[in-house]
């Protein structure tokens, strides 16, 4: 996450930015899905999105107003993911 509120997704061998999202959240966590296609960004305010890795375009927005006290979880086929609250609250 950069000062300008953008995440970048680079290339691990040799360090060159391959996508640049800027979700209209702050992010405080980032979760790749199984196959990689995904990335699912969840806010402090437990607000999430979910970005196409390829495109670097947003697939869906999901508001929240719960505080998230462990990173997002993608089921393992990645056709839906889990969100843990302070609240005891399990999302999915």
Known sequence: LSTDQHVGLWDAENGSLLRSMKPSLTPRSVSFSPEGTRLLFQAQTGGSEVWDSGSGQIVTAL??????????????????FLTAHFDSSIRV
């Not at 929240?64 to 997002?72: D, E, K, Q, W, Y």
């Open 63 to 80: 508001p929240g107003n719960l505080t998230s006290v462990v990173p997002p979880l993608f089921s393992p086929d990645g056709g839906s």
